[in-house]
């Protein structure tokens, strides 16, 4: 039987990719650990720069096992997180950039974790399904927050409410993901840009990602924020090499930095 997740290092960066066709990579428990522990190892490993989530020539992913919903539900109180928490907090909790590459549909959870991703490519085909409330259910994790700071109030309202089909160019124009590909390039795209992270300072895009996703404070508060991480970076390793390299006329090379 083949790996229902495929795990692939290359470049400094790790591609995680879902490889259940026949089921149009519908989520099922074992494939939840799997990725879980994909970004938790990739988190660990210095490495790796930059993770990607991507699935299939014609699918993204149906999203939850409908199977799995039904036959064994996420226990609410169970003693561990279910492997679906468990993913989604390893998403949450990634300190490194997650770039997700999408082909054909994404469904469900499938689209809520795009909402945890730093970058998402889509080929022209793809598109962006949410039918919990179709299914009598409601949204999940955190998706009721960060769709309307994403895409707008009422955008996020019909696609949460209607649950109908978001094509590759309305989910580019409302921001949704980064850029539409032409069909089959998404995961290319999300390479480059993969790339292009990975030759940057890690601790510089770590603390950039932080601040991204940190909640709303006062104007003052992040000025402030800002202005102490920006005084501790004038120090750092990676600072000093960057400025090193321009003085020298070459690119950076910050692998002989310390993480
Ligand atoms: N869970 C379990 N199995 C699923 C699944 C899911 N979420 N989505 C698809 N499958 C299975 C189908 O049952 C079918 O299996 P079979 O060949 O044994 O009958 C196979 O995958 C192919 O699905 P099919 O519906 O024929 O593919 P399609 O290309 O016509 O449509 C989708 C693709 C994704 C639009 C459609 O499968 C779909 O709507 N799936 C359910 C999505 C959903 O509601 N997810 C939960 C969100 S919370």
């Keep these: ?25 519908a989520l099922s428990h074992e494939m939840y650990a799997l990725m879980a522990d994909a970004i ?20 993204f992913t149906a999203g939850n096992d409908l199977g799995d919903f039904l036959g064994s539900p996420p226990e609410l109180n169970a003693e561990e997180r279910p492997p679906v928490t468990r993913f989604m907090f390893a998403l949450l909790e990634a300190k490194k950039p997650v770039i997700a590459a999408i082909e054909g549909p994404a469904v469900g959870i499938g689209v809520t974790m795009l909402l945890h991703c730093e970058f998402a490519y889509a080929g022209e085909n793809a598109y962006f399904l949410t039918p919990f409330v ?8 955190a998706s009721t927050l960060l769709l309307p700071q994403i895409v707008g109030q009422k ?9 109908e089909k978001t094509s590759a160019n309305a989910a580019v124009e409302m ?15 999300a390479n480059e840009t993969a790339q292009k992270l990975a030759k940057k300072a890690p601790q510089a895009i770590r603390l950039t990602k932080k601040l991204l996703n940190m909640p709303p404070e006062a104007v003052v508060d992040r000025m402030n924020r800002e202005g102490e991480l920006f005084a501790t970076s004038l120090h750092s390793a990676e600072f ?3 400025v090193t390299a321009f003085f020298e006329k070459r690119d950076p090379d910050y692998s002989g930095c310390a993480e």
């Design 1 to 25: 039987m083949s790996e229902v997740v495929l795990v692939n290092d290359a470049n400094d960066v790790r591609t995680i990719t879902l490889n259940r066709p026949n089921k149009k990579n």
């Design 40 to 59: 938790i190892a990739a988190e660990a490993d210095n490495s790796l720069k930059v993770i990607i989530l991507t699935g299939s020539d014609s699918c």
């Design 134 to 141: 179709n299914l009598a259910l409601p949204p999940e994790y």
């Design 155 to 163: 955008k996020a309202v019909e696609m949460l409410m209607l649950g």
């Design 175 to 189: 921001g949704l993901v980064t850029a539409v590909t032409k069909s089959g390039e998404a995961l290319a795209r």
């Design 240 to 242: 000093k090499e960057s």
